[in-house]
């Protein structure tokens, strides 16, 4: 396949690569646009998790460009997404340990769309390590795996601040087996 001529009919100058660095930026490209939709659908009553929210989004498309581009996060971007991590797990307790159904109204839908192009994201980083084409840096996965994180704790806490209930979730696949007696 290749690339038109006309800048028109181009979306993205890589889009025909068959790298996984290709499907990287595109993952990423997804994330900040999923978080742009949890911000638009965050209530005014909520204004802690939009500014957040506002700060993450320009970090997903400075993740993005940071593997083919110039490495442009931080270790001061990682400790503050590590910091909010621990003010809403400070808020969740004891509710962050338990697996649950990813049900809500919006935002949380958004959150948790946000939270599984997060993991596609590092799935993406492993497979451009895998094939040698380029070194991930370190930071980017850490990120990666934290925002992951993040985004499932917020998800609790917007469910947690409007009164509805979580549904746990229990594996039949790697839970303790059922017994003949059960």
Not at 160 to 170: C, D, L, M, S
Request: charged share 25%; hydrophobic share 40%; aromatic share 8%.
């Amino acid at each position: 396949m290749k690339l038109s001529k006309n800048w028109d009919e181009v979306c993205y100058p890589f889009i025909h690569q068959t790298s996984y660095l290709c499907d990287f930026e595109v993952t990423t490209d997804e994330l900040c646009a999923l978080i742009g939709s949890a911000i638009a659908a965050m209530p005014d009553d909520m204004q802690d998790m939009r500014q957040d929210l506002e700060t993450l989004q320009p970090l997903a498309f400075h993740i993005n460009g940071s593997i083919r581009g110039r490495l442009a996060v931080t270790e001061d971007d990682q400790q503050w997404l590590l910091g909010r991590l621990q003010h809403y797990r400070t808020e969740v307790g004891e509710r962050e340990h338990i697996f649950v159904l990813p049900r809500g109204t919006a935002p949380v839908p958004q959150l948790h769309q946000a939270r599984s192009a997060a993991k596609k994201a590092i799935r993406c980083m492993v497979r451009v390590e895998e094939e040698g084409q380029k070194t991930v840096p370190d930071i980017l996965p850490r990120m990666c795996n934290t925002l992951c994180n993040l985004f499932f704790l917020m998800t609790l806490v917007v469910n947690q601040r409007r009164g509805v209930e979580a549904v746990p979730f229990t594996s039949k696949s790697y839970g303790k087996p059922a017994s003949s007696a059960d």
